[in-house]
């Protein structure tokens, strides 16, 4: 198999591109895949301070190589999930990938912000998931505004936004379709701009790219993500992309182009105050994430008031049968 | 030929040789989410691979 570009030997096959690409051929592909993407959408420009999501998985990281080579200016922003090895594992590979390249990387541990993924999960009745999620919105935005990045990219890549896309439509998130975009401008003063810059790119493509790059990420998946939802709509989207080549790409691109102008909801103001312990948005009288921070403490206050009772009946309850 | 299977640590001993395209085709794996490694090579389906070929077949697909 030849490189459709310069006839060397391909590594590679791109069957909803029509391409084979050799190493080289593919990473310069890559790259103007991820650029064009950036132009198109507007995302940001050269003189911006982007800050980058990294989690130590293939995504962020080749995300971030990628923005470095292209020009522009990047600080990494990791989140210590507490998730166990899963989590540590993440954290070193990330901090290597920075180290390896002098690349600054600002490191949040959510154990010390108040509680890790696991004890903000077990004070909800949902998956871990919405945890995360809601700890990750958090800091990120956090960060973001303490530090004066006016952007925060993250990896998530056509995969990921095709099976959002997927699973919006089966249930009819007509909101979420309103909103769903590579590029979310903040609807609030304490937002930032969020930029997907790999949405044009299929996992496969970003794996490939990692790998022939030499970059060292996480393999192993988040115990979490076990049976989730959008697995499943992943393993639809490949078995469709795979009889017809290249249904994520239109699915995603004629859905941006003439699919959510019609989930458009007028530009009406939603009253969102500030969390009093905070200071971010909020709608209450505190954020989603200091609500679940609450719900940890108050749970580890009365396990600590469980301990301390078991003690006493310990040390009276003798006597008292004396 | 031995393959050890990424991220599920699974290793299986597949006897002859065959092209890429069709050992992904026996293990019921879509080419378009594996990378097919070989000696720090990637592999494309029309490659041939087996005898005493060490193989990592690793998934791409992240589930979140």
Known sequence: MKCTRCREKAVVQLRHHHSNFCRECFLLFFERQVERGIHKERMFTEEEPILVAVS?????????????????????????????????????????????????LVVIRLEDEGAAVPELAAVTRRPACAACGTAKRHHFDRIAIERGFPVLATGHNLDDEAARLLGNVLHWQTRHLAKQSPVLQPTHARFVRKVKPLFRVTEYESAIYAFLRGIDYVVEECPNSVGATQLVYKEVLNRLEDASPGTKLTFLQEFLRSGRPAFAEPEGERNSGTCSRCGMPAYGETCSYCALLASAERRRARDAGDDDTEEREAAFGGRQRE | MQITFLPQRRQVEIPGRRRVRDLLKDLGLLSGTVMVIRNDELMTEEDVVGGDDAIEIRSVISGG
């Open chain 1, 56 to 104: 130590g998985g293939k995504d962020s990281l080749a995300l971030w190589d990628v923005l470095v080579r292209l020009g522009y200016r990047t600080t990494g922003l990791h989140l210590a999930l507490g998730i166990g090895e899963y989590s540590a594992d993440s954290t070193r590979k990330t901090e290597e990938f920075a180290r390896a390249r002098d690349l600054p």
